[in-house]
């Protein structure tokens, strides 16, 4: 088995005397998409969010290739490879969609905001911005200020910064929340390019349970801030202890 790229051990955080996160050791390994699924309050995004440096833990430990991370600042984790999208786009609004995805890329290339104002030198780096949008077909609004897209649209963009940066764990949460029927397939299929280019580590929080069916190679199941159950898809679908006191009775249909 190869070694893990990232990993949680005994994970916690306590907000006054609630324990939102308790105690979650986990390992995900290269070229595994793991779907991360429990109810509302569960402590899924707050996991995300320890992971990724938006919040500091309170006890235990993150690694990144071995590496402890822990008391890492978020700007330090996603330049080491710690990819993140939000449940909320974390845009830029006032600049256009390709200014958006060209940062990104001139952040992952390491030249500094020196990108924006000597463009001319860098059609290498605009190449690359240009061939994201491609990528998930945002390619027609990118002179758009970003404030003018939909919400279907900001989410593509957000996983369009993502791809830019090249990361080696990427972090989903929630997707295709609050996108239309229409939309969603753009980010899923982008996920699942990803996934089948291997290598990458990919965690993503969903709700829909037929995305998590068709995507994820593990399945692992918070409930009051605890681990509950990990495993392949199958095996956890099929506990009713799971089904029935932490995914209701949505999966118990599926």
Do not use: W
Not at 103 to 122: D, T
Not at 142 to 155: E, F, I, K, M, T
Not at 172 to 178: H, K, L, N, W
Not at 202 to 212: A, F, P, S
């Amino acid at each position: 088995m190869p070694d893990p790229v990232l990993e949680t051990r005994d994970l916690t955080i306590r907000f006054g005397g609630h324990v939102a996160v308790d105690r979650v050791s986990c390992a995900f390994l290269p070229g595994e998409l793991t779907a991360i699924v429990g109810p509302n309050g569960a402590g899924k995004t707050t996991y995300f969010n320890i992971i990724s440096g938006q919040l500091p833990a309170t006890e235990g430990a993150v690694l990144l290739r071995g590496e402890d991370i822990t008391r890492l600042p978020a700007s330090e984790r996603t330049r080491r490879g710690i990819g993140r999208a939000f449940q909320l786009t974390n845009l830029f609004p006032a600049l256009s969609v390709f200014e958006n995805v060209r940062l990104a890329v001139q952040a992952k290339a390491g030249r500094g905001m020196r990108f924006l104002s000597m463009a001319s030198s860098h059609r290498s780096l605009a190449a690359r911005a240009e061939a994201v949008l491609e990528e998930v077909r945002l390619t027609r609004l990118a002179g758009q200020p970003v404030s003018a897209l939909s919400h279907g649209d900001q989410r593509k963009l957000e996983v369009a910064l993502l791809i830019a940066l090249e990361p080696s764990v990427y972090m989903f949460d929630e997707p295709t929340a609050g996108m239309s029927v229409d939309e969603a397939p753009v980010v899923l299929d982008l996920i699942a390019r990803l996934k089948a280019e291997g290598g990458h580590t990919i965690l993503l929080v969903e709700h829909k349970l037929g995305v998590i069916r068709s995507l994820a190679d593990r399945i692992i199941v918070l409930h009051n801030g605890a681990l509950a159950a990990d495993g392949p898809p199958a095996e956890v679908m099929a506990s009713t202890v799971v089904q029935e006191a932490y995914l209701g009775q949505e999966l118990a249909d599926v």
